[in-house]
């Protein structure tokens, strides 16, 4: 996924005074200084038009096509750019580069036609004024393009191929710890709520299988209406990425969120999400419960193995499964 490689999206103004700037330093000489006039004056109109096609043409090439990403980042550009908005101002980009392709061939074409030097010269500024003009109301469309270009630079690349584990809870219950522990991934850890606030992937391997593991921004027990985008993000990775689901409680209480909360949330998991899910006690360093529950602890390290080895039993036979789920996504 090339959404980082997306180039900086020029301004209006910047795209024209480059374009006007390059075709400045052409000189067509010829000897008959009315065709040094004319052939210099159409080799600069011609350069101008086809500057700003260019990186006009760069920016349309360099932004996904969305109707073909995989669902994951479909949504997570919906929800972080808004697809339509984005659609519509690359097509005023299209509309740019056909106005000003057609405004340089009407121009070359009078050009060629005639043989008084100031008519050449006032076709060749009454094309750049066009031209200009033309790009000028684009300035809109640009300016929004290089927000999505920042926005959309932020979405994580995730392999949506590989057998994947999210790592799901209410905040501040030791996710990340947990992610950071099975995996490679480094996502920050720290002893308050919404520390996550976007997906981090990480990969372990296990007989030449890379699976991934997904740590997610925590989410509260309500409704999809009222939930924030840092949890939105939790449930879009649930809903298209997760093959098996680690759902983790806190029973200490040290998580700021009471069991009944973690509880609640934890039966809308299994409910919504029709994968596999292992729901695990961690902070057992701090206290216990009596339940039969697989109990860990991110700080010791103590049980984290025998979730891995569990989630690694329900994947494998899961397997044939999982390839037919992915052979229905499309996969840019
Ligand atoms: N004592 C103890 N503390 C833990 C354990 N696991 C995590 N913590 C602490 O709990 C706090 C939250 O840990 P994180 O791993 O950041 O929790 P998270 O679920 O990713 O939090 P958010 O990203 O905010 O949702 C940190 O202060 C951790 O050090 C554990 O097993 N025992
Ligand atoms: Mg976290």
Redesign the pocket.
């Known amino acids: 996924m090339a959404f980082r490689n997306i180039p900086t999206v020029l301004t209006a103004e910047e795209i024209i005074n480059k374009a006007f700037r390059n075709s400045s330093k052409i000189t067509i000489n010829d000897r008959e200084h009315f065709y040094w006039v004319r052939n210099t004056a159409m080799a600069r109109v011609q350069a101008v038009s086809q500057t700003i096609d260019a990186v006009l043409l760069k920016y349309v090439e360099a932004f996904p096509s969305f109707d073909r990403l995989h669902p994951f980042y479909y949504e997570l550009a919906e929800l972080l750019i808004g697809v339509n908005p984005t659609k519509k101002s690359l097509g005023g980009i299209d509309w740019c580069r056909k106005q000003v392709a057609a405004i340089a061939s009407k121009h070359l074409s009078q050009m060629r036609k005639t043989r008084n030097e100031s008519t050449i010269e006032h076709l060749r500024e009454s094309a750049y004024g066009r031209i200009a003009s033309v790009v000028k109301q684009l300035a809109p469309d640009l300016e929004f393009l290089n927000k999505v270009r920042n926005e959309i630079r932020k979405i994580p690349t995730v392999d949506t191929v590989a057998p994947t584990i999210v790592v799901a809870?209410?905040?501040?219950?030791?996710?990340?710890?947990?992610v950071k522990l099975i995996s490679s991934a480094t996502?920050?850890?720290?002893?308050?709520?919404?520390?996550?606030k976007g997906i981090h992937v990480g990969y372990f391997e296990h007989r030449w299988v890379r699976y991934q593991v997904i740590?997610t921004?925590?989410i509260l027990d309500r409704p999809l209406e009222k939930m924030n985008d840092a949890e939105r993000q939790a449930m879009m990775a649930l809903k298209n990425l997760a093959n098996l689901i680690i759902f983790?409680i806190d029973p200490t209480g040290?998580?700021g969120y009471s069991p009944e909360e973690q509880e609640g949330l934890m039966e809308t998991v299994r409910k919504t999400f029709k994968v596999p899910v292992i729901v695990v006690e961690?902070?057992?360093?701090?206290s216990k419960t009596e339940s039969d529950r697989p109990k860990?602890?991110?700080?010791?390290g103590a049980g984290a193995d025998v979730i891995v080895k569990e989630a690694l039993a329900i994947m494998r036979k899961d397997m044939p499964k999982m390839e037919a789920i992915r052979d229905d996504h499309m996969i840019l």
């Not at 809870?169 to 947990?178: A, Q």
């Not at 996502?187 to 996550?196: R, S, V």
């Not at 860990?296 to 010791?300: D, E, L, W």
């Open positions: 809870g209410f905040p501040n219950v030791g996710k990340s710890s947990l996502p920050e850890i720290a002893p308050y709520p919404f520390t996550t740590d921004p925590g983790i040290h998580c961690n902070k057992s360093d701090i860990i602890s991110t700080a010791t």
